[in-house]
């Protein structure tokens, strides 16, 4: 039940973006929930390989290369899909900060949601 609440608060989150940066564009909540999918396939299996083959630039970085894997895989996403696009990869940067912010906040309020139910 928790993974369906993210699902679709993570969905919200990314049709959000489209009003907070005009270079993101979602055509609708059923595209944002399968770019919320693809973006978390991708986070699954991509970014593993993508950190492990960038991990010298990674470490120079001091871990900030990491942003540039999680805007990369953004805009990928965006790449597979019709119903996303994010125009430029500066768009990909800021809308992945944010994205992941807002992750951040939804994984926190469901922890809380669902620890307090289950007391």
């Known amino acids: 039940m928790k993974i369906l609440f993210k699902w679709f608060l ?3 989150a990314l049709m959000s973006l489209s009003y907070i940066d005009a270079g993101i ?3 609708g909540f059923q595209s944002a929930l399968f770019a919320t999918l693809v973006i978390g396939c991708l986070n699954l299996i ?3 390989i993508l950190v492990v083959l960038t991990l010298p630039v990674t470490l120079i970085t ?3 290369f990491l942003f ?3 805007a990369f895989l953004f805009w990928m996403a965006s ?3 019709e119903g996303f696009q994010v125009q430029t990869f500066g768009h990909a940067m800021f809308g992945s900060l944010i994205y992941s912010l807002f992750n951040i ?3 926190s309020a469901l922890e809380r949601l669902f620890s307090t139910q289950s007391q």
């Open 68 to 70: 540039v894997i999680n």
């Open 10 to 12: 993570s969905a919200f």
């Open 46 to 48: 991509v970014r593993p």
């Open 79 to 81: 790449a597979m899909l």
């Open 25 to 27: 564009a979602i055509n």
């Open 62 to 64: 001091l871990g900030l």
């Open 105 to 107: 906040f939804i994984d």
